[in-house]
């Protein structure tokens, strides 16, 4: 991840370059990118992960297998690196953060 790590008012955040590389997120089992949450949305439910409608201003998956959730804005172009390393910390081995 390149960035800026920024403190600030007690919490730290990565700032991304604007310099650098766009990330994408790709699914591993078919190396297809990640174009929108449509297709994240399908992937995520084959891998037991279902939608979470608690909040109004994001999308949100959880697993409940688990106590993870996942929380993305819900513009598909504020979609960060941050959120897919989210995923991928999360579902290991299926989904890959690659430079374009």
């Known amino acids: 991840m390149s960035g800026v790590w920024v403190f600030n008012k007690g919490v730290v955040r990565l700032v991304e370059n604007p310099n650098s590389e766009r990330k994408v ?3 591993s089992a078919s190396n297809e990118i990640i174009t929108s949450y449509t297709v994240l949305e399908h992937k995520l439910s084959t891998l037991g992960w279902e939608r979470y409608y ?3 201003d994001l999308l ?3 697993k409940h297998s688990t106590v993870h959730l996942i929380s ?3 513009d598909f172009n504020k979609f960060r690196s941050m959120h897919m390393y989210d995923i ?5 081995n299926y989904f890959e ?4």
């Open 60 to 62: 949100q998956f959880h």
């Open 54 to 56: 608690d909040d109004p």
């Open 25 to 27: 997120l790709i699914h």
């Open 88 to 92: 991928v910390v999360k579902n290991k």
């Open 97 to 100: 953060v690659r430079d374009m």
């Open 72 to 74: 993305l804005p819900k």
